[in-house]
Each structure stands twice: as C-alpha cells, then as structure tokens.
C-alpha cells in the first residue's frame, strides 16, 4: 500500500462493471482517478448476463465497444410459454436505435476484464485491487478516504468519490444512507452451465404458475437458468444436484451438462433515499437494486457511470477555477433517479408476466398477448420492445423552449444513425462527435447552415458545430462538418419536423436544447452551464 499517491480528483470504490467503466471513462477524459478494490481481481463467476445498446454506446464511448462485441452473443431476443411448453409471444427486437443491437448476452467475468484490462492505455487511471475503504472524513474541498486498517492504513485526500461498492455499499452504510423498496417474497434458483444442448438462440420464458423459469443464452455456448423457488421449498434442498438435474430435463434437454455455478437469490426493488453526501456519490447497486426480470441492473450502472463522468471532470476543472459546482453534481440526481426507477418497475412488470400466481391469470395473460398479435402497433410494441422505457431527464442540465414538438425530445438520448461523409465514407454518428458538447444542425432541404455570427458564438461557448442533412440528401461542403443521415433515424419520426434547427448535444449525447438555425446563437448561455469552467484544450478527447 505504500505505492498510493497522496492526492487524487476523482476515487471510485468498487471494481465492477460500473467502477470499471467510470474509471474508463474519466481515464479518456484525463482525469486523475483511483479506484480501489477490495477483492484481489474482478468477479470470476457468472453474474450479470445482458447488455443492452445504451450500454454498447457507452462502450463506445469509453473506446472498447468493438472488443466488447467479440466477445457477446447479439441481438437475441424473448419467447414466453405457457404451462405446455406453447409459445404465446416473442420479443424480438430488430431496430438500432443507438447504432447497436438491443440485447446481447456476454459473460460478465470477461467483461471486467476487457474492462480493467483498458485502464492501462491511461496513465492518469491508478486501479489497486485488493484494499479495502475503510473510512471518510469530508472537508469543504475534500474527502480524506482512509484505505486498510491499523498501522497499515493510508489515507487519500480526493476531490470527489463514487462508491460502486455494490447493493451491499459499505459506503452507503457509513453515510447512513437507507434504501426504501422491497425485496421479493420469491427467491429464484439460478444454474449456469459451461456448455448447452439447447440450440435456441434467444431466451424461453416459461409462464407456469407451477414453476416459473427463465432460460437464458450466452456466448461460446453457454446458457442460464433460473427457477422460481415455490412456497415451502427450502433453499439448502434445491440446490442438490439430483434437483437441480430434475429442474433441467424439466424445461429443455440441458439436464446432463456440466454445472457452472447453483445459486439461491433473493431480488430487490430498492433506491437509495439519496445519491449524494457532500462529495460522495453513489452509483450502480450501491444507489439502485433491480430485479433480473428486464435485464437492466448492470445496465443501469453503466448508465451511472456515462452520466457522471463527464460531470466530474467537468466539476474538477471547476474548482480548479474556484467555479461551483453544486448545480452540476445535484443534476445525476435528479437525472438517474426517476429513471432508474423506471427500470425496476419495468422489472416488476415483466416479472407479473413470467410470473402468473395462478393458471386462470396465466391463461388472461396469454390471451392478452394473442389478441395484441392482429393489431400491428400493439404487436410491435411488444416485438421491438418499445415497452422499455427510453430515458428522458425532465429535470437537471436541460432546458425546454417554446416549441412543444421539439421539448419533448429534450432530455432524450439522441439516436445514433449511421452518417455518411461528403467523400460517402460512413460510420456511427459518435464517431463524429468529439468529447464535447456539439450543436447538431439538421439542414433543411434548401440547405441552409448558421449565420457565420452565430457559428462565431457557438464555437466561442466551447461547442463543436456538425451538419447533417436528410437521408434523401447529399451533403453539401459548409463553414463546418456535414454528414448525411445515411440510416434515416434523424429523417423521420419526430426529428423529421425539427429540420432547420440546431439540436444542443451534451458530452453524454443526450439533448440539451433545442433551437431554431435563426437563434441558435442562444445556446451559447446553456453551453457555458453545460462547461462551467470554459472550454480549454485539455477537455476530452475527439
């Protein structure tokens, strides 16, 4: 432990997918950061199962989204069964809303290692497994984090902290911080198995109030199951292998493959009644604890992480300033929270689905589900999982105007088209987008771009200006980048209306603000909230 530096701006508590990628994340930024773990590697077992697209934009993001997507099975989707084994409704989600697939299975031990193992191309990122926070004492300016115990210990003084030390948060506890929710009267029986006879490439729900169960695919051959534990059912009993075996040839044909892991859980539906304590954070379990049904506990840490990084290294450039800070860090609040809840009660949803308590509301479900089946809209609201909530911050680092069609895309996350360049070179919008915020110019079919005035302005607030023309249109060369949307996402639907306007992008891709091309010039004022310590050179990477 002699090898910790005195001082850091930002230290993650906490090792998994959600530390890992902040650390990423600010590593890209240039930001000072620690993290500290106390197991001695990233997880080993099979946890987490499911990434989502809004998580692959952010591996994007931190630059390992490619390397990510080697090692996932992607874009599968859902079956649901009844009691006979009849399938009554699929997901199977087709869109690439964020320029990647909705669902993708990966094992969550490879991942971290992708993950830690990405922290080396940073030499501002410290990791250290294997040592234990121990204690914080909180100052104006600091937090003075103790690390180990006894003579042993060392104490770091660092900017800010972000406790991702799981739904279990030693740090939470230390703050005092409670959880409000539920957990779950049923607990789940989960078998992961190194190898499956089972060629069904997406997942099986089985609906039978007799014995709900999930079958789950992985990469490299892999799969999941998880069975609800009935009433009376002890957990020490079912996990015997001759059990366990008997669940398996209940469902499928997996029940002499070999046996990763077995395993009893108990799920929660819980929040942190706060996400900040001075300079502390909470992120990932530590802040928000969601049932497996959507696959979305994971993913709502990343987005955690995505949501806070750029903050941070935001916030540290501040106070190197002496700029505040406050409305900066308060905004991951009151941006994750309504969100994260959103997910957990997805969760709960889906769980009413899977689970029915009894055959009759088993047999109502289905029912439901085969009539939404001859109504076109209803079916792909089911198939293309328009369900799933989008997130849409209402409150925090966004500004609504006066035009009610375009506010209700501000506080979305921007769909990621594939774009085209004027030498028809093409590639996901984000590649284009430097680490900054950016007005996005949707040209009308005229072409019209900025005012040279209000490009001046734009460019001095600290924003990169981009272009981007309808599908149907090529681009034309302007005082700044223009792309054309070669995918269309940005051509049609309710983005189609705000040609001739200029879309305020934060460094995380979500809307800020939106603006007519005739007053764009007015985003200038959100810019400097958006970068309250001014542009510089040394912000983010393009």
Not at 108 to 118: K, N, S, T
Not at 258 to 268: A, K, M
Not at 449 to 472: D, N, Y
């Amino acid at each position: 432990m002699g090898s910790l530096p005195e001082h850091t701006d930002v230290l993650i508590v906490g090792g998994g997918p959600t530390g890992l990628t902040l650390a990423n994340l600010l590593g890209g930024m240039g930001v000072d950061t620690m993290l500290i773990e106390r197991n001695t590697t990233t997880v080993q077992e099979p946890r987490a199962v499911s990434i989502d697209d809004e998580s692959m934009r952010t591996m994007q993001a931190a630059g390992l989204a490619d390397t990510v997507q080697d090692v996932t099975a992607r874009g599968y989707g859902s079956i649901y069964r009844g009691p006979s084994g009849k399938q009554f409704a699929e997901v199977m989600p087709s869109s690439r809303d964020y320029g990647w697939d909705k669902r993708n299975a990966f094992e969550q031990p490879v991942l971290e290692a992708i993950l830690r193992e990405g922290l080396a191309r940073y030499p501002t990122v410290q990791p250290h497994f294997g040592l234990e926070v121990t204690g914080y004492q909180q100052s104006a300016d600091r937090v003075e984090v103790t690390i180990g115990t006894g003579e042993a210990a060392r104490v770091v003084s660092a900017r800010f902290v972000v406790a991702a030390d799981g739904g279990r948060s030693p740090t939470r506890k230390m703050l005092g911080i409670e959880l409000e929710g539920s957990s779950f009267a049923e607990p789940w029986l989960i078998v992961d198995l190194y190898k499956t006879n089972n060629s069904n490439r997406d997942t099986e729900v089985f609906c039978d109030p007799a014995r709900p169960c999930i079958s789950l695919p992985g990469p490299n051959g892999i799969r999941r199951y998880e069975f609800m534990l009935m009433k009376g059912e002890e957990a020490a009993a079912i996990v015997e292998e001759d059990k366990v075996r008997d669940l398996l040839d209940s469902v499928g044909p997996d029940r002499e493959m070999p046996l990763r892991r077995v395993q009893v859980y108990t799920f929660h539906a819980r929040l942190a009644t706060r996400w900040r304590d001075g300079r502390i954070l909470l992120a990932g379990d530590a802040a928000h604890l969601t049932p497996p049904f959507a696959g979305q506990g994971m993913n709502s840490g990343l987005r955690d992480a995505y949501n806070l990084a750029w903050k941070l290294d935001e916030a540290v450039r501040a106070e190197t300033n002496g700029l505040a800070t406050e409305k900066l860090l308060d905004s991951y609040y009151a941006e994750r929270k309504p969100h994260a809840w959103e997910m957990i009660k997805l969760a709960l949803n889906m769980g009413r689905v899977m689970m029915p308590t009894s055959a009759l509301q088993g047999s109502l479900t289905r029912a439901v589900f085969r009539v939404l089946a001859f109504w076109p809209p209803a079916r792909d609201y089911v198939t293309q999982m328009r369900y799933k909530p989008k997130p849409r911050y209402q409150d925090g680092m966004v500004w609504s105007g006066v035009n009610k069609g375009a506010d209700k895309l501000i506080g979305q996350m921007i769909p990621q088209p594939e774009v085209e360049t004027l030498d028809r070179k093409r590639m996901l919008l984000d590649a284009c987008l430097p680490d900054r915020p950016v007005a996005l110019v949707l040209h009308t079919e005229t072409g019209a771009t900025l005012s040279a005035a209000s490009l001046a302005a734009l460019r001095a607030a600290g924003a990169e200006v981009i272009g981007l023309t309808q599908k149907e249109r090529n681009p034309m060369p302007a005082a700044y980048p223009v792309y054309r949307d070669a995918s269309g996402l940005l051509s049609r639907g309710p983005f189609a209306a705000l040609t001739g306007h200029a879309l305020l992008l934060r460094r995380d891709r979500y809307i800020a603000a939106i603006e007519p091309i005739s007053t764009a010039a007015q985003l200038a004022g959100h810019i400097n909230q958006l970068t309250p310590a001014g542009q510089g050179e040394n912000q983010g990477q393009s």
